[in-house]
């Protein structure tokens, strides 16, 4: 079966929380078998609605899925943990991907460190810059 060519670009995206800045901007059609894998993927049942409707609870404002994708027009943001698996789907199923990698890196940098009694001493390497950190 020959599908259209997938184009999935990673960048990070200002505006979202630290805990996962990186997603994944996916251009898929909503027909295509690519899709509905992802949708499979990344929608959850949650657990807590359904202790709530099976002991007649009140369920309201209790999501019944928990969704990792975000429809963006033609495009669809997914959480970075998924790339790896989704490659994976594309390869499997023979689907044609053009991967492009947009994030931008900082360089790294490099720190020494020392501990004396209850104080770490912390010296960043090229701007010379000291930190001094108290074990509590």
Do not use: W
Not at 33 to 49: A, D, M, S, V, W
Not at 130 to 135: A, E, G, L, M
């Amino acid at each position: 079966m020959a599908y259209a060519k997938t184009k999935v670009r990673i960048f990070n995206r200002k505006g979202m929380p630290r805990i996962n800045p990186i997603f994944i901007l996916l251009g898929v059609s909503k027909l295509s078998c690519g899709f509905h894998f992802i949708k499979e993927e990344l929608n959850f049942l949650n657990t807590e609605f359904i202790i709530k409707k099976n002991s007649g609870r009140n369920t309201f404002g209790t999501e019944r899925y928990f969704r990792f994708i975000e429809e963006l027009g033609n495009n669809i943001l997914l959480p970075k943990g998924f790339i790896g698996k989704l490659i994976r789907f594309c390869r499997e199923n023979s689907m044609a991907y053009n991967f492009i990698d947009q994030r931008k890196l900082n360089s790294p940098v490099t720190y020494s460190f020392c501990v004396y009694g209850s104080q770490i001493y912390v010296k960043e390497r090229n701007n010379n810059l000291f930190y001094i950190i108290d074990i509590i």
